[in-house]
């Protein structure tokens, strides 16, 4: 068993803001907002956990991040955490997971104050300066690792951008664009499509889109491509253990796919009897110097330095990784029965 440092949530660069800790170190789980596809959720449809200081969410953020829609992962009502597949460290850091392993969610919390709050959309990023440190805030144990590739495709839609291709690309459209008025100005709402001088463009979301489609559609017999237009694609790969259709469709990644949409991602599953969102937060910083969080002792026991800037992702030792588990036992006494059980076997 190995352990790693996974850095999510609200925090300076993604929300301006961060999420609150109380004085009895219950926390807020704030994720980061939603910047692509569609947006299932605003913070103010997400209820508090610590209904004493707020209703939703948004009771913790100012006025302008209310609305904002939600990028709700990791998720820990069905225990999954997905990244999409690029040419970064996280995809390919969550590829080297083995089942057993364990992910430690970190998170950026400030004291909560209720005078800052009641007039937060004044005071409360000016308040966080300097006060924010790291804290575990949940754990998975994984179950199972699953590279995903889905296509949401619906098929008056897909023709409507297929013609449009084909009128860009070839000066004439196979059929009378007229007759897909609603699936045009579907097409526009999303963003794939732009009306100028008269014509249509692709966006460059919409370029995204038609070149998905276009090598989706390529290679297959005309059967195969009729299929695709009309069911799309959802192609899972298990790497590790498993993961289940209905994980998958439960992940932020997978929810947030518009029509036409398409994406390539992968899903870490957490076994949910050794998978939790903490009720209190075990801190690992005491403050910010120059650059980096000054590590506490259990910090500095974890990651082997002084200072961290605990973001990104950070692999740690079997050692470390049973000194986080006894250290969240000890602060979450109710959860200590079922750890011992499951996680310091």
């Known amino acids: ?196 001088n008269g014509r249509y463009e692709f966006t460059e979301e919409g370029l995204r889109i038609i070149d998905g489609l276009l090598e989706d559609l390529s290679g297959r017999t005309e059967s195969e491509q009729y299929e695709l237009l009309e069911k799309g694609s959802f192609e899972v790969r298990q790497l590790i253990g498993e993961v289940a259709e209905e994980d998958v469709k439960g992940n932020q990644h997978y929810k947030r796919l518009r029509d036409l949409d398409w994406d390539h991602f992968i899903v870490i599953k957490g076994k949910p009897e050794s998978s939790a969102l903490l009720k209190r937060a075990v801190k690992l910083t005491e403050g910010f110097e120059g650059y980096w969080f000054k590590l506490n002792e259990l910090g500095r026991e974890v990651l082997q330095r002084k200072y961290d800037s605990l973001r990104g992702m950070r692999w740690i030792n079997k050692k470390a990784a049973t000194k986080l588990v006894q250290e969240i036992s000890r602060c979450n006494k109710e959860m200590v029965e079922e750890l011992q059980r499951n996680l310091l076997k």
């Open 1 to 196: 068993m190995k352990g790693l440092l996974v850095h999510i949530g609200a925090d300076t660069t993604t929300l301006s803001v961060v999420a609150p800790i109380f004085p009895d170190d219950t926390f807020e789980y704030i994720p980061i907002k939603e910047i692509y596809g569609l947006g299932i959720k605003t913070y103010r449809d997400i209820p508090a956990r610590n209904t004493k200081y707020g209703r939703t969410l948004a009771d913790f953020l100012p006025s302008d991040l209310a609305r904002l829609p939600v990028h709700l992962d990791p998720n820990f009502d069905n225990f999954t955490y997905g990244e999409p597949f690029k040419e970064q460290p996280k995809f390919w850091t969550l590829m080297k997971l083995a089942e057993g392993d364990l992910i430690f969610f970190i998170a950026s919390l400030a004291p909560y104050n209720p005078e800052i709050y009641e007039k937060r959309d004044a005071l409360l990023r000016s308040y966080q300066v300097g006060r924010r440190d790291k804290y575990v805030v949940g754990f998975f144990q994984v179950k199972g690792i699953a590279e995903v590739y889905v296509m949401k495709s619906k098929s008056r839609l897909a023709l409507a951008m297929l013609n449009i291709y084909v009128l860009l690309e070839e000066g004439a459209s196979p059929l009378d664009l007229k007759s897909l008025k609603y699936e045009i100005r579907r097409l526009e709402e999303y963003g794939y499509i732009m009306e100028r």
